[in-house]
């Protein structure tokens, strides 16, 4: 991020004493902000990956306890084969992502095909990385629930405002993060077809603060999530 900050700053000098800019300069800088936001989505990735694994093990571990229980052994059989999906395609767009750098396309192109990824196929990212943690929620209360493959389902209803909570703050969470990063995108792609720089300082290191945030809350999330699951285990 330092890094990123000081690059632009130098930008900022030399735009404020000379008008004639540098297209090299101009594009080593637009290149590596683009690099810069790109380097941050495998986080995301990795952790959607971990999440819909995890997801996955608890499904197939809970099958053995409701095999008597057939509505719940048919939501598990559902919800193990939607983790596996999602745990076969976070994977596949971890590979897409590694290597978006080492697609042969100029600056130009790669900046248009980095923000069609933004605004395709990584907010299908953003919705499964929030349904992966629902998941997990669920299949650890799954798991406290196991006796004799009994499950109210007063408790899945009440749970189910939480899941229904804790999904839409995570995708907005997101959403707020990866919106600025898009905005970010566009603007090096605008730059770029102007030949000039326009100062991101601001933003970037308010983003930073922003992530500090957004790691904290959902930190908060699931603690919180816990102590809910725990307190209706021991109705």
């Known amino acids: 991020m330092n890094n990123i900050e000081e690059i632009w700053e130098m930008g900022n000098e030399k735009i404020s ?13 637009i290149s590596e902000t683009s690099i810069g936001i790109t380097s941050k989505l495998p986080q995301l990735i990795w952790f959607g990956v971990i999440t819909s694994l995890v997801a996955v093990i608890l499904f197939f571990y809970n ?23 999602v745990l076969v395609f976070m994977l596949v767009q971890l590979r897409v992502i590694n290597n978006m750098h080492t697609i042969d396309f100029d600056l130009h192109n790669l900046l248009k095909y980095k923000i069609r990824y933004f605004t395709t196929r ?20 799954l798991t406290m629930e196991k006796n004799d493959g009994i499950f109210e389902l007063n408790k899945i209803l009440t749970l189910s405002i939480f899941y229904f909570f804790t999904y839409f703050i995570i995708m907005y969470l997101q959403k707020f993060t990866h919106d600025a990063y898009l905005k970010q995108l566009r603007n090096a792609l605008c730059n770029l077809e102007e030949n000039t720089l326009i100062s991101l300082d601001k933003e970037l290191i308010q983003h930073k603060r922003i992530s500090k945030l957004i790691g904290i809350i959902i930190t908060i999330i699931f603690l919180i999530g816990i102590i809910f699951l725990l307190l209706n285990t021991t109705r």
């Open 17 to 29: 004493v000379d008008s004639s800019f540098d297209e090299e300069f101009i594009r080593n800088s």
């Open 63 to 85: 099958l053995f306890f409701y095999l008597n229980n057939t509505p719940i052994l048919t939501a598990i059989v559902v919800l193990l084969f939607i983790s596996l999906s």
């Open 122 to 141: 990584l907010r299908l990212v953003r919705h499964l990385v929030a349904l992966s943690i629902v998941f997990v929620t669920f299949g650890l209360n």
